[in-house]
């Protein structure tokens, strides 16, 4: 089964520290999304790209998160300096359009 | 701006009963999409049903159903013969091509089957 691989599954860090965050999107699929999930906001879209290129950030707090897709295999997600705030579980998913959108499982993160 | 809302918080029902799950959204556009996905305890997202806003018949796929009431913009699942397996969260979301290509999601119900 083609499926969204995200790694790492889980990542416990210290305030301050980096975390790099990472998924292969299903072979094929160009638009690729970051979104976060907490218990009080719910699931928000962070970011998204369509043929590896940034359409909408506007959901990433810019002074510490960055999106990435470096090749059409691999979009990377990541957090400098990371905050206690910033502890959720973040998921990745791909879609050729989107209302066929697959999810990975998701990076819990927790940041202490 | 679209929203979604889930007004139950939480739900249980017996194994073998049917439950329905509410979901309302606001929007003013015309062509959109409607999804309930499911979150087991192992995070992963997984769509049960799609519905286009277009199609006047109601989406089912086996024990889920839908309830499709657009001009009341309410879009409710159905879950027959409930299993065990059904326990998760459910989340209601909605798309549309008129804004961002993104998914807006309902806060989510947890859902217990109890044996």
């Known amino acids: 089964d083609a499926r969204v691989t995200q790694t790492p599954r889980h990542k416990v860090t210290e305030m301050g520290q980096e975390v790099t965050m990472r998924c292969q999107p299903i072979?094929?699929?160009?638009?690729v999304f970051w979104y976060r999930q907490t218990m009080m906001q719910g699931l928000e879209l962070l970011a998204y790209?369509?043929?590896?290129?940034?359409?909408?950030d506007s959901g990433m707090p810019k002074d510490r998160f960055s999106a990435e897709m470096p090749d059409a295999t691999l979009a990377t997600l990541k957090i400098q300096p990371s905050e206690p705030r910033d502890s959720a579980v973040y998921f990745c998913?791909?879609?050729?359009?989107?209302?066929?959108?697959?999810f990975g499982q998701g990076t819990r993160l927790t940041v202490v | 701006a679209q929203t979604v809302t889930q007004s139950q918080p939480e739900m249980s029902v017996q194994e073998a009963e049917t439950v329905t799950l509410s979901c309302t959204y606001d929007?003013?556009?015309?062509?959109?999409?409607l999804f309930w996905y499911k979150q087991p305890p192992s995070r992963q997202m997984i769509l049960v049903i799609r519905?286009?806003?277009?199609?006047?018949q109601n989406a089912t796929e086996n024990r889920f159903s839908v309830n499709f009431q657009k001009a009341a913009k309410s879009f409710s699942l159905k879950i027959s013969d409930s299993q065990l397996g059904d326990t998760a969260m459910y989340f209601c979301?909605?798309?549309?091509?008129?804004?961002?290509?993104?998914?807006?999601f309902g806060k989510g119900t947890k859902l217990t089957v109890n044996p």
């Open positions: 790209f369509r043929n590896r290129a940034p359409l909408d």
């Open positions: 998913a791909s879609a050729t359009i989107t209302w066929r959108t697959f």
């Open positions: 519905q286009e806003a277009y199609k006047q």
């Open positions: 979301a909605f798309y549309t091509q008129g804004g961002s290509e993104k998914l807006v």
């Open positions: 072979l094929g699929h160009n638009t």
């Open positions: 929007t003013s556009e015309n062509n959109y999409y």
